[in-house]
Structures are given as structure tokens and as C-alpha cells.
């Protein structure tokens, strides 16, 4: 129960009561608008980012007891996988991907053991590797290279493989403690650029994890594992604003951004830039995963992924794509004046079309309904049947 005070009916105490609201009211506001934006980060001192996996797609061995397993564990981090009863066990023996190792300026290869993609190639002797049904041979979390464990002392520097370009390396990220007792966190506070690593051009993802069937959630997690998983962010857990203080860290240079998701999310990600106001403006390129997908269409990227492209075919893809300007417009709404007052003005951005009447009102009851019930709208297919009864 909350005590509450009674209020004199003396006019002048509730022309107080109602100043002391008034100006709290107008502190808290100001305070909130000077607050400086954070991008908080996983602690991966506490463990490893695990997700459970009902059936293993190739023979995987436990990174602990090295035992065959059907199911388990994998941390879509560093991509070690362990049976259940072995999860705390890993979690003690084995560091997961490091975001922020301050003070250096290159690094070694850091192994995983075991469990290699398949047809690997040690990139030592040029022999494949992986082959024998154990435990055997590693590969680095940073540069994918893959070795035989005898092959991995020939070879201790890092540079980060093929798509280094991209990667921001854990001695390029300053992280610091914010936050009040009891709900303290780490956040991004400096980016470093690399000195070793040149045309450097850090790539930025921004995935909507129920979009595509839930392809996002896939892409999220393999993203993880080939960039610096600060690069990752997931838009149920981060808004857009906050995931681009990222890009205000690195202001003299050049970076991109990957936005997975549909026509909305791209809309909702293009409207927190129009917001933060950016020094620099990144190159967007789009993996279409919504529905109508007309954005990514148009651009070239495509009508809809639906896992038909690996990431080394979409890393590809963004590294070889010709950047082209895109216009954008605004569109304002202003109200007529009805007994001597006026609404204020709605501004609006306008990415692909501006529609009026009743294609507009069969979008915005789709949008309706898919914000009333979003486990009902998880295919693209369903989706476009709903548009047509809506």
C-alpha cells in the first residue's frame, strides 16, 4: 500500500503540491534526454553464449568428456559444442570469444579443439583435417583457419583470415563498468582502430531475430562466430539507436551496416540514423528477410534468404557490392485547424512508396494484427495470404 498525503484545501498548498510535480517532472525529463546512450555487452567471464541443438547436422564430439554426441550444446560465440551434464564443466575449462583485450595491438590464435566444418584443410601443410571420428585437430575463433594439432605451433599470429577487413579485434575495444549497484554492466566505451589491419572497414550487423521464419535467430548466431560478437546486435534486445553509438565511436572512418529483416525493420533502423546524426554515414547493404521485401528488391539484394546463400557467400556479397545513393523522403502531415486550433505537424519518412486510402489501410491492419499476435505471422508465406484477407 502507498501512504499519500492529504492535500489542504487551502489554495495555496496544492499550487505547490502541484509546482514540486511540475518540476520533478521536468528533471527527470532533462535528465533522461542528457543521459549518454550505452551498447551494453555480454560478460563472458560468466560463461559461454549457449544454445541447446535437438540433433547435431554432422558428427560432433564433446569438448569436455570427447564423447560422440547426438545433441547438446553449442555456443554460437566460439562454437564449441558440450553434452547437457558437461555445460558447467566448459564453462570452467574453457574461455569463450574475448570482446576487448586492451592494451595490445595484434594477438595469437585462439583454438578450439575439434568438431571442424567439413573437407577442412590445414592451412600449415595443406593436408585435410578433421577426419578422424574423435576429438582431434582446432581451429581459430577469429581467423576460421583450420589446423592439425601438430601443425598448430608452426603458426602463432592471428591476422584474422579473409574477412579481417570486417572484424574489429578485441585490442581495438576499450569496455567499462556503468550502471548504478546491483545493475552494473559492461559497455562499449572506446574503439581503437587497428594498426595492423589495412582498408579497414568494420561491418556492423543489426538482425531482427523472429524475422524470416526465424532466420534471424540463425543469422545472429553464425554472425557471432565470425565477427567480434559486439558487432552482433539483436533487435528484441538493443534498439537501433544504441547499437549505432557503435558507428559514433568510429567517426573518421568508413564502416558498414547489415540490416536483416523486412522493409520495416530497415525503415525502423534508416529512422534512428535520421536521429543520431551520425558524422559519417555507413554503407547499408539489406538481407531481406521479411515479406514483401521491396527495399532489398529494388537494391539489388534479392526478394527473400531463406539459407540458400552461406556467410561466406553473403560476406562475399558485401564486399564486392557497388555502393549507390539511395533518396529518401519526408512527408508531412498537417492538420486543418478546427475552433481556432491545430494538431501539431507529423513528419514521416519515406523509403520505397507513399500510399494513401485503401492499400494503406490493408498495411496498417496487417501491422495491427501482427502486433497483436506475432506468433501467428512466423512464415513469409502466411504473410501474404494474411495481406489479401485482411
Known amino acids: 500500500m502507498f501512504l499519500i498525503p492529504e492535500l489542504s484545501s487551502e489554495p495555496f498548498q496544492i499550487f505547490l503540491w502541484i509546482a514540486y510535480i511540475f518540476t520533478v517532472t521536468v528533471v527527470v525529463t532533462v535528465l533522461r534526454s542528457r543521459r549518454k546512450l550505452d551498447?551494453?555487452?555480454?560478460?563472458?567471464?560468466?560463461?559461454?553464449?549457449?544454445?541447446?541443438?535437438?540433433?547435431?547436422?554432422?558428427?560432433?564430439?564433446?569438448?569436455?568428456?570427447?564423447?560422440?554426441?547426438?545433441?547438446?550444446a553449442h555456443c554460437d560465440s566460439c562454437?564449441?559444442?558440450?553434452?547437457?551434464?558437461?555445460?558447467?564443466?566448459?564453462?570452467?575449462?574453457?574461455?569463450?570469444?574475448?570482446?576487448?583485450l586492451p592494451g595490445r595491438t595484434s594477438m595469437d590464435h585462439v583454438w578450439a579443439r575439434g568438431n571442424l566444418p567439413l573437407c577442412s584443410v590445414c592451412f600449415v601443410c595443406g593436408v585435410q583435417c578433421g577426419m578422424n571420428p574423435t576429438l582431434c585437430d582446432r581451429r581459430c575463433i577469429w581467423c576460421q583457419r583450420t589446423v592439425h594439432d601438430c601443425c598448430a605451433v608452426e603458426d602463432k599470429r592471428c591476422d584474422f583470415g579473409h574477412y579481417r577487413s570486417m572484424i574489429i579485434p578485441p585490442y581495438s575495444v576499450g569496455l567499462q563498468l556503468v550502471g548504478i549497484r546491483g545493475r552494473r554492466h559492461l559497455s562499449v566505451s572506446k574503439l581503437y582502430p587497428p594498426v595492423r589491419i589495412s582498408n579497414w572497414s568494420?561491418?556492423?550487423?543489426?538482425?531482427?531475430?523472429?524475422?524470416?521464419?526465424?532466420?534471424?535467430?540463425?543469422?545472429?548466431?553464425?554472425?557471432?562466430?565470425?565477427?567480434?560478437?559486439?558487432?552482433?546486435?539483436?533487435?528484441?534486445?538493443?534498439?537501433?539507436?544504441?547499437?549505432l553509438e557503435l558507428f559514433r565511436l568510429l567517426p573518421t572512418y568508413k564502416c558498414r551496416l547489415l540490416v536483416c529483416g523486412g522493409d520495416g525493420t530497415v525503415g525502423w533502423v534508416l529512422g534512428a540514423l535520421?536521429?543520431?546524426?551520425?558524422?559519417?554515414?555507413?554503407?547499408?547493404?539489406?538481407?531481406?528477410?521479411?515479406?514483401?521485401?521491396?527495399?532489398?528488391?529494388?537494391?539489388?539484394?534479392?526478394?527473400?534468404?531463406?539459407?540458400?546463400?552461406?556467410?561466406?557467400?553473403?560476406?562475399?556479397?558485401?564486399?564486392?557490392?557497388?555502393?549507390?545513393?539511395?533518396?529518401?523522403w519526408t512527408v508531412s502531415i498537417i492538420h486543418q485547424r478546427h475552433f481556432g486550433i491545430r494538431?501539431?505537424?507529423?513528419?514521416?519518412?519515406?523509403?520505397?512508396?507513399?500510399?494513401?486510402?485503401?492499400?494503406?489501410l490493408v498495411a496498417l491492419n496487417f501491422h495491427q494484427q501482427r502486433q497483436t499476435r506475432p506468433e501467428l505471422f512466423t512464415s513469409r508465406l502466411f504473410n501474404k495470404v494474411s495481406f489479401s484477407t485482411v
Open 343 to 360: 494538431r501539431p505537424a507529423k513528419v514521416l519518412a519515406m523509403n520505397n512508396y507513399f500510399s494513401m486510402g485503401c492499400d494503406a
Open 79 to 100: 562454437g564449441i559444442c558440450t553434452d547437457e551434464d558437461c555445460v558447467h564443466a566448459a564453462d570452467k575449462l574453457f574461455p569463450c570469444k574475448r570482446l576487448s
Open 274 to 328: 535520421d536521429r543520431v546524426k551520425l558524422q559519417n554515414q555507413p554503407l547499408i547493404g539489406v538481407l531481406p528477410l521479411g515479406t514483401g521485401n521491396d527495399l532489398a528488391r529494388v537494391q539489388g539484394w534479392g526478394e527473400g534468404f531463406v539459407g540458400e546463400k552461406s556467410l561466406d557467400e553473403i560476406l562475399t556479397d558485401i564486399a564486392h557490392a557497388e555502393v549507390t545513393p539511395f533518396d529518401r
Open 39 to 72: 551498447l551494453p555487452v555480454r560478460d563472458v567471464t560468466k560463461g559461454h553464449r549457449w544454445y541447446q541443438v535437438e540433433i547435431f547436422p554432422r558428427p560432433t564430439f564433446c569438448s569436455v568428456c570427447e564423447e560422440h554426441i547426438m545433441e547438446g
Open 202 to 243: 568494420p561491418l556492423i550487423v543489426f538482425a531482427n531475430p523472429s524475422s524470416g521464419n526465424n532466420m534471424g535467430e540463425h543469422l545472429l548466431r553464425e554472425f557471432r562466430e565470425v565477427l567480434n560478437p559486439i558487432q552482433v546486435i539483436d533487435l528484441h534486445s538493443l534498439s537501433p539507436t544504441a547499437g
